[in-house]
């Protein structure tokens, strides 16, 4: 007999992030339903809290009180954003923008994670930015009058072009950007919310001539696919189960993991697909899914699963077959050296891996025998969420050095994990 369980994961990451961040900068108040509470988000709302923002709190709603562009507050400490890479980027946008000085800075991992992407460019409009060895947090911001850029981006980076669009709300003068491949487009659709003139036109994004943002508006967060995404490869993996999972969203700049679950032959539908204010959302319903076939990630797919690969890496070991991630050098930018954390994980509990500088491959069978392992995490909520699906699908006991990291982007994690094993 089937089983049939159904789960709302976590809020959608990346949308808390900027709803917190958006509404602190526009006129008015700003309801924020159903946003995420983890240890990254509530660094960003610690942040804007500490430029003079009155953000209320309770259970699953926050309220902002915005205090328009130009009312931030320089902070009477360092901004302290833990492990939060989507913070630390987006506020060095929106802070290159004031007229005061202000100093990021982060854990272990964040502190040694790329910043020159954001400083070049944030620069080169005309900002003081000083970092040690001029690529690593801590960053020291002091804002000024910013002029237009136009910027060609290197890599797709949904964090570098939004750090830019946020400047670019301060700056005097036409502001561009252009992505080699288009990276999820939330920044775009919530300042387009807000009532700031956007323009998306393929690759790239202008911004237009009204840079306001008008608050006043209520903002609903759906759950987040790439915290679904744990669940979905649980449900197409579990023998005799299906899964629903409600109300993800389904932007197509964050779908990606859709087109390799058809590739893979996973047994899908969507159903009440509906917007939410201008995002796409939707339930997920996963059943058991026999005959799996390998997968191929690369070129323009990957900004749209970026943070599906460790997840998807656990899918490809039931695959019949080789799937291969390529153009991924990114992942070793990522919460750690994802490249390097996922082939070791997945080397210890049996599977075999080819490692590339760009990706690696995956030998997948059907029924593929599971070890009993340690498995380092790095410290990486992704890479520990995974392997903890890893452990439930194969009934196999696998060890994690930490499961803290979870906390970052998905605190229930362990909680919904039990009761769709029980
Ligand atoms: C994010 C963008 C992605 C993603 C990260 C969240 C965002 O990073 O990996 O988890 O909220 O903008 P990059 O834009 O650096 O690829």
């Given at each position: 007999m089937v089983k049939m369980k159904s789960l709302r994961v976590a809020s959608d990451k990346s949308i808390s992030h900027r709803a917190v961040m958006f509404s602190s900068i526009a006129e008015g108040r700003t309801v924020i339903n159903n946003a995420l509470f983890s240890d990254d988000t509530l660094r960003t709302i610690k942040a804007m809290q500490s430029m003079g923002v009155r953000i209320e709190v309770s259970s699953r709603r926050i309220e902002v009180v915005g205090v328009g562009k130009y009312g931030l507050k320089e902070p009477d400490d360092v901004l302290y954003l833990g492990n939060s890479g989507t913070s630390m980027r987006l506020l060095s946008g929106l802070l290159a923008g004031q007229d005061f000085l202000s100093i990021l800075t982060g854990d272990d991992s964040l502190r040694n994670r790329p910043m020159g992407r954001v400083i070049k460019p944030l620069r080169a409009m005309g900002a003081s930015i000083m970092a040690r060895d001029n690529d690593l947090a801590p960053l020291a911001i002091k804002g000024s009058n910013l002029k237009g850029i136009k910027h060609k981006m290197g890599i797709a980076s949904a964090q570098v072009k939004?750090?830019?669009?946020?400047?670019?709300?301060?700056?005097?003068g036409d502001v561009e950007v252009v992505e080699p491949y288009k990276s999820r487009n939330h920044t775009e659709t919530m300042l387009k919310a807000f009532g700031v003139d956007v323009i998306e036109d393929g690759l790239a994004v202008r911004l237009g001539k009204n840079r306001q943002l008008e608050g006043d508006l209520a903002i609903d967060v759906p759950a987040d696919i790439s915290s679904a995404a744990f669940f979905m490869v649980l449900g197409a993996l579990k023998r005799d189960?299906?899964?629903?999972?409600?109300?993800?969203g389904l932007n197509p700049t964050r779908s990606g993991i859709l087109s390799v679950f058809d590739?893979?032959?996973?047994?899908?539908?969507?159903?009440?697909?509906?917007?939410?204010g201008l995002e796409k959302m939707g339930d997920v319903v996963v059943r058991f899914s026999n005959n799996l076939r390998p997968f191929k990630i690369d070129g323009e797919l990957l900004p749209l699963l970026i943070d599906e690969i460790p997840i998807l890496s656990i899918l490809a070991i039931f695959c019949d077959g080789i799937s291969s991630i390529r153009d991924a050098a990114e992942l070793r930018k990522k919460e750690s050296d994802r490249i390097k954390s996922i082939c070791e994980g997945l080397k210890r509990v049996g599977v075999k891996t080819e490692e590339f500088e760009d990706g690696f491959d995956i030998y997948g069978k059907p029924n593929h025998p599971i070890r009993p392992a340690l498995i380092d995490t790095h410290n990486d909520h992704r890479i520990a969420m995974s392997f903890s699906i890893l452990s439930a699908v194969s009934s196999v006991p696998i060890e994690l050095t930490e499961t803290h990291s979870i906390l970052t982007s998905y605190p229930n994690f362990l909680d919904h994990l039990s009761y769709v094993s029980s």
């Open positions: 939004s750090a830019i669009l946020l400047a670019g709300l301060y700056a005097d189960f299906e899964l629903v999972l409600k109300d993800v590739e893979a032959n996973v047994d899908y539908d969507i159903k009440n697909e509906r917007l939410s």
